[in-house]
């Protein structure tokens, strides 16, 4: 069994920054790949980001390219989501998730977070 906890989630002005985490209690996280997905109210939940067990491999949705990058220390068992020139449409829940393959589909991750709020404002 996998424990994810999120933080890092805030308010912030468009075209700021945050970073979420997401720790991870177990010792088996280096053989887990990592996803971050989100929820915007009234939406499914989406994909974002996502990286292989090393990091070496990494995914992303086109909405966030250029702007998020996922990255993860496995000596910490934590993924971070770098979240830089935020819009107002990045307002969700983000969650991430562990899996055995940086997939975009959900179905592919065993293991999920609770989730943690960022609010971006115009």
């Known amino acids: 069994q996998v424990q994810l906890v999120e933080s890092g989630g805030g308010l912030v002005q468009a075209g700021g920054s945050l970073r979420l985490s997401c720790a991870a209690s177990?010792?088996?996280?280096?053989?887990?790949?990592m996803g971050w997905f989100r929820q915007a109210p009234g939406k499914e939940r989406e994909f974002v980001a996502a990286?292989?067990?090393?990091?070496?491999?990494?995914n992303y949705a086109d909405s966030v390219k250029g702007r998020f990058t996922i990255s993860r220390d496995n000596a910490k068992n934590t993924v971070y989501l770098q979240m830089n020139s935020l819009k107002p449409e990045d307002t969700a829940v983000y969650y991430c998730?562990?899996?055995?393959?940086?997939?975009?589909?959900?179905?592919?991750?065993?293991?999920w977070g609770q989730g943690t709020q960022v609010t971006v404002s115009s």
């Open positions: 998730a562990a899996g055995a393959t940086s997939s975009r589909f959900q179905a592919e991750y065993s293991y």
């Open positions: 177990t010792r088996t996280f280096s053989r887990y790949a």
């Open positions: 990286n292989s067990w090393s990091g070496g491999r990494t």
